[in-house]
């Protein structure tokens, strides 16, 4: 009953360098998106990816890029670390039916990331 | 532009004392209103969506509403494992994601 993961949990990093944030899930869902969560603020959506072979841009993309390796697995990259990547970073999953645009969206325990 | 706001910010409530926690949306063509609980350390738990004015969803001790312009998760006589933040988020127009407010921190008191 694994739904979505995400490795690593805790990651510290400095300044410049890089690293990929990876996110599985096994609900067989269609759709999959990263986004980052910081204090005072509510979740925002980074990057999305609609279906298998699709991704897109969504609130704050900058300094960022995905790859939706199959169904199953979203990654996120960081390519040159910045203090302001700081955050904690949650992978979702959701699935289609009738009304693709509403079905709810399940989210991992989040990458906790620190950049110095 | 989308809006989603959440209050209170925090709320302390005595076990078995009943509260409503708001989310308040300023959004075009809403497809849905989600209701998600987080625990510290942990990712948001789904809890209830809501498709349309005048609907209802119950779960345990919550209850959560929705009219044109606010959702209102009812808490009935919660309990201290009820302490946690609760998030909501808006789905609308043409977009697959969720804008999420910035949540209401809800203490249970023994």
């Known amino acids: 009953n694994a739904g979505v993961t995400q490795t690593p949990k805790f990651q510290v990093l400095k300044t410049g360098q890089s690293m990929t944030l990876q996110c599985a899930q096994d609900?067989?869902?269609?759709?999959m998106y990263w986004y980052r969560q910081d204090p005072g603020m509510g979740l925002r959506l980074i990057y999305y990816?609609?279906?298998?072979?699709?991704?897109d841009k969504g609130e704050v993309p900058n300094g960022y890029n995905v790859s939706r390796l199959n169904k199953r697995e979203f990654s996120l990259r960081l390519e040159s670390a910045a203090p302001s990547q700081t955050s904690v970073y949650f992978c979702?999953?959701?699935?289609?039916?009738?009304?693709?645009?509403?079905?709810?969206?399940?989210f991992g325990d989040g990458t906790r990331l620190s950049i110095l | 532009e989308d809006q989603v706001t959440q209050s209170p910010e925090a709320l302390r409530l005595q076990e078995g004392e009943s509260s409503s926690l708001n989310c308040s949306y300023t959004?075009?063509?809403?497809?849905?209103l989600f209701w998600y609980r987080q625990d510290p350390g942990k990712g948001p738990e789904f809890l209830f969506t809501?498709?349309?004015a005048g609907e209802e969803k119950e779960k345990e001790r919550l209850k959560a509403t929705l009219t044109k312009k606010e959702s209102f998760l009812h808490i009935t006589a919660p309990k201290p494992e009820d302490s946690a933040t609760y998030l909501c988020?808006?789905?609308?127009?043409?977009?697959?994601?969720?804008?999420f407010g910035t949540g209401t921190r809800l203490t249970v008191i023994p």
């Open positions: 809501l498709y349309s």
């Open positions: 990816s609609a279906s298998e072979g699709t991704t």
């Open positions: 959004v075009s063509g809403l497809r849905g």
């Open positions: 979702a999953s959701s699935g289609t039916g009738l009304k693709p645009y509403n079905q709810p969206q399940h």
């Open positions: 609900m067989n869902h269609n759709s």
């Open positions: 988020a808006v789905q609308a127009g043409g977009a697959n994601n969720l804008f």
